[in-house]
Nanobody, 115 residues
Framework: QVQLVESGGGLVQAGGSLRLSCAASYTISSFNAMGWYRQAPGKQRELVADVTSSGITNYADSMKGRFTISRDNAKNMVYLQMNSLKPEDTAVYYC?????????WGQGTQVTVSS
């Protein structure tokens, strides 16, 4: 059973930074991609960023230049560095792993950006 555990969320003022971490209970190099999604109240879950097993990254347009996704295969960790945070970035952030047959999700970590 694959488990993904997020950490690093919290309350931050607009313009501030946070670094989210995702610890996987499985070898992340075996997944096609690892990523971060977020869901704000009353909105659908949306992609924030992902990174393939070969290291190719992809970002949602509104996160480009502000957020950076990275992975450490040796530690089975995925990170999301978030800078220049805005109130509209407030959401629950979920870690995601995509395999050939299944998608895995963490429980989420709350990020709240105050104005």
């Amino acid at each position: 059973q694959v488990q993904l555990v997020e950490s690093g969320g919290g309350l931050v003022q607009a313009g501030g930074s946070l670094r989210l971490s995702c610890a996987a209970s499985y070898t992340i190099s075996s997944f096609n991609a690892m990523g971060w999604y977020r869901q704000a109240p009353g909105k659908q879950r949306e992609l924030v960023a992902d990174v393939t097993s070969s290291g190719i990254t992809n970002y949602a347009d509104s996160m480009k230049g502000r957020f950076t996704i990275s992975r450490d295969n040796a530690k089975n960790m995925v990170y999301l560095q978030m800078n220049s945070l805005k109130p509209e970035d407030t959401a629950v952030y979920y870690c995601h792993a995509n395999s050939q047959f299944y998608d895995y999700w963490g429980q989420g970590t709350q990020v709240t950006v105050s104005s």
